[in-house]
Every structure is written in structure tokens, then in C-alpha cells.
């Protein structure tokens, strides 16, 4: 066992509670929160959805964040180790195979993060004009007619990425407590901007409409089990868990740390913001559709057409400052999306650092490196193909295979209650045997059955009717591939380092 | 349509209700249990 030096410990520890909260509201609040949320609402019964929301947010959201920062907290490790230190040293495959999914899907997140960069600048001149659509699959992305055809290279995403992989390089290579001091600033900042553009929206005609479009509630959706299923999807999605990312935060805290509470601010934080961002998506929309005459059902409203087609159609609308609103939706996401990404590539940074004693610098370069070559596939004309694929098999599958992996490992094979003990132990107010029960038999069966439902539909159809291969190649293999890598990495002997206070 | 149906306002004010108060009380007890970290 090699012990870290004493100015790495104090680089990698949160300086303070607010700090590690802020990481991890930070690392939920993602651009999920603003492009998915509102849309899975609206479609699932408006208002009627939030009853199902805080149910699935109540019953796994938090539970789930709980055992997460439970076994970070006590193993002290990033995931591979937390896994091979609590269950057994033949788990650790199940820690490397939860950092590597956050990676892969960091490969396109990015992406699309450089995406919001041209569009800030563009928002300037509002340059996307009449036809938002036909700028951004066109002139902004060279969108090629199958992703078979690469096309070439898009040098403003080129740039986007590489400005982006360098800013991860300099948060992470110094360890959490620069994470920390940066989510300090940015979730208050991109909040502030969240405020005006809710603010801005609210005072638009056609606002109400788009308002009472989100919130009105239809109650016979909840008899229906896909609206159940659609809210546990989105809470499992939006808080950040299976991605090692709060086990890897969690193993810097102090020894007496609040995890129970901490948990309960974090989900609370994140559906929140989701609920708060809709007001900024809906009242626009709800003015798009005033200005345009098109019914609000028939606008785009969510993922990147959300984003940068029918969002900008809707700035270049307004009666003054156009250009400057533009701006603030397109920084605002920028900073919701950096901060999640950052956290997504700082497991595996964190983890090879761990388990090789490489410095954390030679660790995070390396990744960042591997990550940014990686991510040029998705830079080019037909990176949207592939970042389409590739974003549903890792969503649909892979983070939810990791999620019942660690309810049935940490539930079964390890004994539950000692986590719960830990928890109990350190926290503010204890956890009854609920949570047990949550972890053991709730959330593994939901979320079996929302794997069954996305095995059988795509089993139905090809993903978005893709040839097969396409499929293969860009969806099934990087999954089976970092399963099988996961392995590989156990397998390699490594020098095992502990974090310390 | 110039103003939300009541239902809506409804579903508004539960949401804000669980989730504000919510964070607010969870808030409160971490800073009523002064902790560092």
C-alpha cells in the first residue's frame, strides 16, 4: 500500500462542505436538465408527471445517491477500488466498467458543449437568420446524408474541442479541490443566467400557453406504466449516479461528513433546476408558437433541436436584445455542460492515478488526450449520426446495466446494512431499513424492467432505422468493449493507494 | 388564454412546495448541524 504525499492529500480533498455539494449539484445539473426534463414532462401528463417524478426521485434518485456516496466515503477509493475494497478484489471489474461509461458518453457530451460555444458567438449576429435548421444541419454541422459517410472535420467544433478538452485538463489535473472552488462559482452564475432567461421569457406573449403546456396536469397519465418508467428513467439519468462519479467525490471527504443530508440537497438541487429550466424552455416556446401561429405540439422541443433549432428561431424573434439572450442561453449551457463533464472524465482520471500511481497531472493528460482524439468522430459531418447512436445504447443500456450491477453486487453479494451503517454513522439523521429495501428489491426491479422495454423495442425496430451494422459498430461495440476493458484493467497489476485525511 | 388554468397553478405550487421547501429544509439542517464538511 503507497500513501499519497501530504500536498496531494490537501489538493485532493474538498475544502469545504459547500464545495463538495456544489460538485455534486454541478455534476447532476447537466444539459439533460434543460433539453430532456421539460420535454418528458410535457409529453408524460404535464403536471400530473410531477407527482411520478418525486416518487421515482424519493424511491431511487436519492437512495441511489446515498449508496454511492456511502461506498466512496467508505472505501476512501476511487470506484475499481471502492469495489475491490468492500466487496472483494474479483468486483473491481464492476468499479472500472462504471468510470469507463461516464467517459464514453463525455466523447459527445463534449461535443455538443463545443456545439454551444460556436453558437454563443454566432448569437451575436444571430446567424443562423430565418432558417435555424437549415444553418445548424447544414452550414454548422455539414450533416453527411448516413454515417457511413465521415465528411470532413468541422473546424469551429474542432476548435470547440479543443479549447474544451484543455479547460477539463486544467480543472482535474490538480485533484477535487479545484473542481470544488470552480463549481463554487459556476452553478451560482449559471443559475443567476437561468433566472433571466425565465425572467425574460415569462414576460412574452404566448408565454402562459407555453407554461400551462408544461404544467396542466393530466391525472389518467399515471394509470399509464410508461409515464412510471419515463420518470425513473429521467431521475436516473439527471442525478448522476452509476457514473462513479459521486463514489469518486464522495472518497474526499472528511471522515465525519453528512452523506444522508448531502444526498437529499443534491437530488432536491437537480430536479429543481429541471423543474425551473422548463419555465425558460416552455415560455419561449409558448412565444414561438404566439409568433409563428404553429402549434406549440408541433415544435421541436427537445435534445439539440430543442438547442439550437427551434431556441434560436425563437431569439431571433424577440423584440429586443436578441443577441444578448443568445448569449446568455448559450453560456449558461456551456457551464451546465462543462461542469458535468468534468465529472465525467475525473472517475477515470481518478481511478489510473489510484491504481498506477500515476500523478494525477500524467492521469488526467492522458485521458484528456485519449478522450480528445477519440471525440473527433463526432466533429465531423456525420458526428451526429454517431453521437445519436451512441448516446441511446450507452443511456439505455449501459447505465442502466451499471445501476442494477451495483444495487445487486452492493446488495447481494456485499452486505447492504454496513453501508446504511456508515451512512448512519456520519450523518445528520439515520436511514431506516426502507432504504434497504429500496436498494434491494425496488430499484433493481424498475430498472430490469426498463432495460426489458428498451431490449424489446430495439429489438423491434433498428434505432432510428439504422442499418444493423452502423448499429453495431456505433452502439453495441463500446459497451462490450469497455465491459470486456473493464476486465483487462483489473487484470493489470497496479499499486494500490488509499486516500487519507 | 391570458392566465393559467387553476390546475396548473396547482401542480405549480406542489412542485415548489417539494422541491424549494425541500432543499430549504435539508438546507437548514446541515446548517443547524454546523458541520465543516
Not at chain 1, 180 to 208: D, E, H, N, Q, Y
Request: proline fraction near 4%; charged fraction near 10%.
Amino acid at each position: 500500500m503507497i500513501d499519497i504525499s501530504k500536498e496531494e492529500i490537501k489538493e485532493q480533498h474538498w475544502h469545504s462542505r459547500s464545495a463538495f455539494v456544489m460538485a455534486a449539484i454541478a455534476s447532476a445539473v447537466g444539459l439533460g436538465n434543460v433539453w430532456r426534463f421539460p420535454y418528458i414532462a410535457a409529453k408524460s401528463g404535464g403536471g400530473a408527471f410531477l407527482i411520478a417524478y418525486f416518487i421515482a426521485l424519493f424511491t431511487a434518485g436519492i437512495p441511489l445517491l446515498i449508496l454511492e456516496f456511502s461506498l466512496g466515503h467508505m472505501s476512501r477509493g476511487s470506484p475499481p477500488t471502492a469495489f475491490a475494497k468492500t466487496v472483494g478484489k474479483k468486483w473491481e471489474w464492476a468499479g472500472w466498467f462504471t468510470v469507463f461509461a461516464p467517459f464514453l458518453i463525455t466523447l459527445y457530451y463534449i461535443v455538443v458543449i463545443a456545439w454551444c460555444f460556436s453558437y454563443m458567438l454566432y448569437s451575436l449576429d444571430l446567424r443562423w437568420g430565418a432558417n435555424a435548421e437549415g444553418f445548424f444541419l447544414s452550414n454548422f454541422l455539414g450533416l453527411t446524408s448516413g454515417p457511413e459517410i465521415l465528411g470532413g472535420i468541422r473546424i469551429p467544433v474542432l476548435i470547440g474541442l479543443i479549447m474544451l478538452w484543455f479547460l477539463i485538463f486544467v480543472i482535474l489535473y490538480k485533484g477535487v479541490g479545484r473542481i470544488g472552488k470552480i463549481c463554487l462559482i459556476l452553478v451560482p452564475v449559471s443559475t443567476i443566467f437561468l433566472v433571466i432567461m425565465v425572467v425574460r421569457g415569462l414576460t412574452l406573449p404566448g408565454a402562459i400557453e407555453g407554461i400551462s403546456y408544461y404544467l396542466t396536469p393530466n391525472f389518467s397519465a399515471l394509470l399509464n406504466y410508461e409515464v412510471w418508467l419515463s420518470a425513473y428513467a429521467q431521475v436516473f439519468f439527471s442525478v448522476g449516479v452509476a457514473m462513479g462519479i459521486m463514489i469518486t467525490y464522495a472518497a474526499f471527504l472528511p471522515r465525519k461528513s453528512d452523506l444522508s443530508n448531502n444526498a437529499f440537497i443534491t437530488g432536491l438541487a437537480d430536479a429543481g433546476t429541471s423543474f425551473f429550466a422548463a419555465f425558460a424552455v416552455f415560455s419561449i416556446i409558448g412565444y414561438l408558437s404566439f409568433s409563428s401561429g404553429i402549434g406549440i405540439e408541433n415544435l421541436g422541443i427537445a435534445g439539440p433541436h430543442l438547442a439550437f433549432v427551434t431556441y434560436p428561431t425563437g431569439i431571433s424573434l424577440l423584440p429586443f436584445a436578441a443577441a444578448a439572450f443568445g448569449m446568455i442561453f448559450y453560456i449558461a449551457l456551456q457551464m451546465v455542460g462543462i461542469t458535468s463533464a468534468f465529472s465525467m472524465v475525473e472517475p477515470i482520471s481518478n481511478s489510473v492515478n489510484m491504481k498506477w500511481r500515476v500523478s494525477k497531472t500524467k492521469a488526467t493528460a492522458i485521458v484528456c488526450v485519449i478522450g480528445f482524439f477519440a471525440s473527433l468522430i463526432f466533429a465531423t459531418g456525420s458526428g451526429m449520426h454517431w453521437l445519436q447512436i451512441l448516446d441511446h445504447f450507452v443511456a439505455d443500456f449501459a447505465l442502466v446495466i451499471i445501476g442494477l450491477m451495483e444495487c445487486i453486487i452492493l446488495g447481494y453479494v456485499y452486505k447492504l446494512y454496513r453501508l446504511r451503517q456508515h451512512a448512519n454513522d456520519v450523518s445528520d439523521f439515520r436511514i431506516g431499513r426502507w432504504w434497504d429495501v429500496l436498494i434491494k428489491f425496488v430499484t433493481p426491479v424498475i430498472l430490469i424492467f426498463i432495460l426489458a422495454v428498451a431490449f424489446y423495442e430495439n429489438i423491434r425496430a433498428p434505432y432510428m432505422g439504422f442499418p444493423v451494422w452502423v448499429i453495431l459498430v456505433g452502439g453495441v461495440l463500446p459497451i462490450v468493449a469497455i465491459f470486456l476493458l473493464s476486465f483487462v484493467f483489473m487484470k493489470v497489476k497496479g499499486k494500490e493507494v488509499e486516500v487519507k485525511e | 388564454m391570458n392566465s393559467l388554468p387553476l390546475s396548473a397553478i396547482a401542480m405549480l405550487i406542489f412542485g415548489a412546495t417539494v422541491l424549494y421547501g425541500g432543499l430549504v429544509y435539508f438546507l437548514y439542517r446541515a446548517l443547524k448541524a454546523s458541520k465543516k464538511c
